[in-house]
């Protein structure tokens, strides 16, 4: 099992692994996600884990889990500190989450390994670090999202190179600052103030404005940028 791991502290993570680990096993740890993710494509290894801190990631595993999917990797991943699942359904809700997300039914044979990380978490010597480190101000994770994409800049001159108007301009705004989620089609029309007879007129109303920006994104796409739909009335942009 290679064990990709990536934090706030580095020793925690040494220590886990120490408890956790048998035979073969390798150990990586990547000082930001970026460099995390860039090692899970290129090794892209049957038999990995990603382990990261729930404080420092939580806002974007989503994005992890859509990187990976997209270059066919399914890698558990799990949050280490999830403050929000206790011992006693930690190793379900890491089977589970894992599963829905990449679509599988087989991440239950991983249970006596999630067992032993359920049991190493609970070590006084891993709570500790977790404790002292969740005290600490969450770093910047801006550098997270791989490749240039994630700089605010890159949107700078989007405007005049494409002719955009200040409305599709402002749309494109609103999805990348909901990058890391779905948007729905309701939350596009309240923001965009869309105003219509019924529903369907204002649906309408919002696909076209849809449209418009992913004929313009299409046209230069900013590099790596990619505006799809998720579901039935939900959209999300992508940032490759």
């Known amino acids: 099992m290679l064990f990709l791991c990536s934090g706030k502290c580095k020793k925690l993570f040494e220590i886990l692994y120490r408890q956790i680990s048998v035979g073969c096993d390798k ?11 860039c090692a899970a494509i290129k090794e892209k290894s049957d038999s990995a884990l990603i382990l990261v801190d729930y404080e420092l990631y939580k806002g974007f595993i989503d994005t992890i889990y859509d990187i990976l999917k997209s270059q066919n990797l399914k890698i558990p ?19 589970s989450i894992n599963e829905f997300k990449y679509d599988i039914q087989t991440l239950h044979l991983l249970a006596p390994l999630f067992t032993k990380i359920s ?47 200040p409305t599709i301009y402002s749309l494109l705004s609103f999805f990348y600052q909901n990058r890391c989620r779905e948007v729905s089609i ?24 849809l449209a418009r ?18 579901r039935t009335g939900y959209y999300k942009l992508f940032l490759r």
């Open 27 to 37: 150990f990586n740890f990547y000082e930001d996600g970026m460099n995390l993710i």
């Open 77 to 95: 991943l799990i949050l280490i500190d999830d403050p929000r699942h206790d011992t006693s359904e930690r190793v379900n809700y890491w089977i």
């Open 119 to 165: 049991e190493a978490l609970e070590l006084p010597a891993i709570k500790k670090l977790i404790l002292e480190y969740s005290q600490d101000e969450t770093p910047d994770l801006v550098n997270f999202v791989p490749a240039k994409s994630c700089n605010l800049n890159l949107l700078s001159d989007f405007p005049q190179k494409n002719c955009l108007t």
């Open 186 to 209: 309701d939350e596009i029309a309240s923001y965009m103030g869309i105003n219509a007879q019924n529903d369907k007129s204002r649906r309408n109303a919002v696909y076209a404005y």
């Open 213 to 230: 920006l992913r004929k313009f994104i299409e046209r230069d796409s900013l590099g790596q940028v990619e505006l799809l739909r998720t």
